[in-house]
């Protein structure tokens, strides 16, 4: 099933001084998108490779994988383009055996796998797909990451992930985390629809500041928005 994510993003091009929108559409993955994500996951081996990390190798994730998180309707995907350039996997409800250290325990989501393509880094795309995720009406979203993945532990810090546990393995640090939703976000996140419309304008004062005709503007910008509901 198909569905927007009601994401608007903008890049400024300073050069020919114009505003290029678009919609990145977010959506469960289906199996006709493998070859773009084992594209993706060999490109993220190589990087983390480089970086010396020690997250995934060879063997793990591998296609037999990422062909079951695609079965299972769990995958979430983000396409540009009509290229797949994110990805994570659903669990919900995910039993634990440290259930205890969680605030919430009840309907609850567990994600992993998430990967965003080394050429669309720091463009939001691994902020979209958590945000759909948060918008299918769990109370509490769970994750694991590690600290020296440092891009990571940054994302959810600022997304408002807490680290419930931590647990030291070899010179790593596992970090389990934890985010409690809050109840007031509808079913269609119009909340997030609002956030953004702010920093849209915001991205705009920054480009124009005073020289911007907010008048000629508003009725594009809101139009774009509505295509969000």
């Known amino acids: 099933m198909w569905s927007f994510s009601g994401y608007i993003d903008i890049i400024l091009n300073e050069r020919y001084n114009n505003i290029r929108v678009w919609f990145e559409l977010v959506r469960i993955g289906q199996i006709d998108d493998l070859n773009d994500i084992m594209e993706m996951l060999n490109l993220c081996k190589a990087d983390m490779k480089k970086r010396k990390l020690n997250i995934w190798n060879e063997d793990y994730p591998n296609q037999k994988i990422i062909e079951d998180d695609l079965k299972s309707n769990g ?28 605030k919430c325990h009840e309907n609850y989501c567990l994600i992993q796998r998430v990967m965003v393509h080394p050429l669309y880094r720091r463009h939001g795309y691994a902020q979209e797909i958590l945000a759909f995720v948060e918008k299918r009406g769990y109370s509490s979203i769970r994750l694991l990451t590690r600290n020296t993945n440092t891009y990571s532990v940054n994302l959810y810090t600022k997304l408002g992930y807490k680290v419930v546990k931590s647990q030291r393995k070899g010179d790593e640090i596992m970090q389990t985390c934890e985010k409690i939703l809050k109840g007031w976000l509808d079913e269609k996140g119009n909340i997030y629809i609002i956030r953004y419309s702010f920093f849209i304008c915001f991205k705009l004062m920054l480009a124009y500041g005073k020289n911007y005709n907010w008048r000629r503007r508003s009725n594009f910008i809101w139009n774009g928005i509505r295509r969000c509901f």
């Not at 396409?79 to 659903?90: C, H, Q, R, S, T």
């Open 75 to 102: 995958a979430v995907v983000c396409e540009v383009d009509g290229k797949v350039v994110a990805f994570l996997v659903m669990y919900p409800n995910h039993p634990d055996p440290c259930e205890e250290i969680y």
